[in-house]
């Protein structure tokens, strides 16, 4: 059994909501909280999406986690969702304004949550793109005894959308139009949508050029490089959206991380027994379909391991 509450952080403008799970039989003085880092889009606290992704997945692990005695904070981005008034543009953000948010969330458990040996420590579980935003904010969290990174770019995104469209042969007609896109905004300049074709629009709209010109400027592998603190890296073994070998620079570039690969996991973190991509993608609506145990697994001996007091290896 769980137990959840409603919980805020101050915004830019209002407040950010998100959602704490405790285990039942509370809280361990030295446990870390995991701060769930959602990522791109219109991504919910529960990993859901309008765009079409109805599986849960943040839901499913904080919940999976406070049965193995591990507390979670899972959280609605600035101006989506509960948070739709912490900003007024949810497209005029950037990845270290969202990096502000979770020093305001980090500063809530830290007050809300005490722990009797010393301040209680946080450690960001960045999923996707919230695996950016994550690493972008470490130098600054000082509430941080490590980091989970799941499903998360280990290079600029725009090499991962550039191998997304490569990977797609249905993209063939589209790819020059996208290339030209891509090149145009990682040389921070704006282009005119109108001109591309229609299917790119909405990927490359006026609105948030602003945010991918932000977001293609940071490289992970950089990032992680320079990580004083214990680093998890978790891969799908099927994940359709991020692959394998993102992970494996991220875990080369950090000599100290632990690296996870998990055969049958997509990037929704549910298990997928075959490599058929409609099976795959029939889990990203499937909330009813647990979280792959691996993860729980993997995440869970993670924590367990960090405790305040660990230097920066993880040992006492």
């Given at each position: 059994?769980?137990?959840?509450?409603?919980?805020?952080?101050?915004?830019?403008?209002?407040?950010?909501?998100?959602?704490?799970?405790?285990?039942?039989?509370?809280?361990?003085?030295?446990?870390?909280?995991?701060?769930?880092?959602?990522?791109?889009?219109?991504?919910?606290?529960?990993?859901?999406?309008?765009?079409?992704?109805?599986?849960?997945?943040?839901?499913?692990?904080?919940?999976?986690?406070?049965?193995?005695?591990?507390?979670?904070?899972?959280?609605?981005?600035?101006?989506?969702?509960?948070?739709?008034?912490?900003?007024?543009?949810?497209?005029?953000?950037?990845?270290?304004?969202?990096?502000?948010?979770?020093?305001?969330?980090?500063?809530?458990?830290?007050?809300?949550?005490?722990?009797?040996?010393?301040?209680?420590?946080?450690?960001?579980?960045?999923?996707?793109?919230?695996?950016?935003?994550?690493?972008?904010?470490?130098?600054?969290?000082?509430?941080?005894?490590?980091?989970?990174?799941?499903?998360?770019?280990?290079?600029?995104?725009?090499?991962?959308?550039?191998?997304?469209?490569?990977?797609?042969?249905?993209?063939?007609?589209?790819?020059?139009?996208?290339?030209?896109?891509?090149?145009?905004?990682?040389?921070?300049e704006r282009l005119n949508a109108s001109t591309l074709p229609a299917?790119?629009?909405?990927?490359?709209?006026?609105?948030?050029?602003?945010?991918?010109?932000?977001?293609?400027?940071?490289?992970?592998?950089?990032?992680?490089?320079?990580?004083?603190?214990?680093?998890?890296?978790?891969?799908?073994?099927?994940?359709?959206?991020?692959?394998?070998?993102?992970?494996?620079?991220?875990?080369?570039?950090a000599p100290q991380a632990d690296?996870?690969?998990?055969?049958?996991?997509?990037?929704?973190?549910?298990?997928?027994?075959?490599?058929?991509?409609?099976?795959?993608?029939?889990?990203?609506?499937?909330?009813?379909?647990?979280?792959?145990?691996?993860?729980?697994?993997?995440?869970?001996?993670?924590?367990?391991?960090?405790?305040?007091?660990?230097?920066?290896?993880?040992?006492?």
């Amino acid at each position: 059994m769980t137990v959840e509450t409603e919980i805020t952080a101050p915004g830019p403008q209002g407040a950010l909501a998100g959602t704490l799970t405790l285990p039942d039989a509370g809280l361990a003085d030295d446990m870390p909280v995991l701060l769930i880092v959602p990522g791109s889009g219109p991504t919910d606290r529960d990993g859901n999406s309008p765009l079409g992704v109805t599986a849960a997945p943040y839901a499913l692990l904080a919940k999976a986690l406070a049965e193995r005695g591990i507390p979670s904070v899972r959280i609605d981005k600035r101006g989506m969702f509960g948070s739709a008034e912490a900003v007024s543009d949810p497209n005029d953000v950037t990845i270290a304004g969202y990096g502000d948010d979770l020093l305001a969330w980090a500063e809530n458990i830290r007050d809300s949550l005490p722990g009797t040996s010393g301040p209680r420590c946080v450690i960001p579980l960045g999923h996707s793109e919230g695996g950016l935003v994550a690493l972008a904010v470490m130098d600054r969290l000082a509430a941080s005894c490590g980091l989970v990174l799941a499903g998360a770019p280990g290079r600029p995104i725009a090499d991962v959308m550039r191998q997304q469209f490569r990977d797609n042969p249905a993209n063939a007609p589209l790819a020059e139009a996208a290339e030209t896109a891509l090149r145009s905004l990682e040389r921070g300049e704006r282009l005119n949508a109108s001109t591309l074709p229609a299917a790119l629009q909405l990927i490359f709209s006026p609105q948030v050029q602003g945010f991918l010109i932000d977001v293609f400027s940071h490289d992970p592998a950089r990032l992680i490089a320079d990580l004083q603190v214990p680093v998890l890296v978790v891969q799908g073994g099927r994940d359709v959206q991020v692959p394998e070998d993102d992970a494996r620079i991220l875990a080369d570039a950090a000599p100290q991380a632990d690296l996870a690969i998990l055969p049958e996991v997509n990037h929704v973190l549910k298990t997928v027994p075959s490599d058929g991509l409609p099976e795959n993608i029939a889990t990203y609506s499937d909330p009813d379909l647990p979280i792959a145990p691996e993860v729980v697994e993997a995440v869970a001996d993670f924590v367990t391991r960090i405790r305040p007091s660990a230097g920066p290896d993880g040992s006492p």
